[in-house]
């Protein structure tokens, strides 16, 4: 079945898109505070460290959400109600930004978020939830319905 590959192929999508997040902000914080910008008086120091903070939470939720597609994808299981919550999420927020670099970026990067989002609906459509998977020698000999 395709469900161990596609996990692990978003799992390493959702681990280079963290650095790559990273590095973006890391280049914003970087131009702000060279730049010496404010916004609406707002001290561009502050707004610098916001940025790198930022950056490094995002990217931290990132390679979480790329640890979960991975111990799925080892596994071969179903990931857990609260993981499953996360990465829903994290289809989600794929989902709006892909929405909004479609004006802002361009259609290539809506096409690559359209993807990610892809990869992650798709290892949770592959798994199911873990109540959907029959329990050892279940469902196999039972008569079908009349």
């Given amino acids: 079945m395709v469900r161990r590959p596609v996990a692990f192929v978003a799992a390493i999508v959702l681990f280079v898109e963290a650095v790559g ?24 120091e502050v ?40 990465l829903i999420v994290c289809a989600v927020v794929h989902g709006v930004l ?11 990067a809506f096409a690559v978020l359209m993807v990610v989002l892809g990869l992650i609906v798709l290892t949770l459509v592959a798994y199911g939830a873990p109540s959907d998977e029959p329990a050892d020698g279940a469902g196999t000999d039972a008569p079908a319905p009349a």
């Fill in 21 to 44: 997040v990273v590095l973006v902000n890391g280049v914003l914080a970087t131009v702000v505070k060279n730049q010496d910008m404010s916004l609406a008086g707002t001290d561009p």
């Fill in 98 to 108: 892909g929405a909004l670099t479609v004006g802002l970026v361009g259609w290539a």
């Fill in 47 to 86: 707004v610098s460290d916001g940025t790198w903070v930022m950056g490094g939470v995002f990217g931290l939720y990132l390679v979480l959400c790329g640890l979960l597609l991975l111990v799925a994808g080892v596994r071969d299981r179903a990931p857990g109600r609260l993981a499953r919550i996360v």
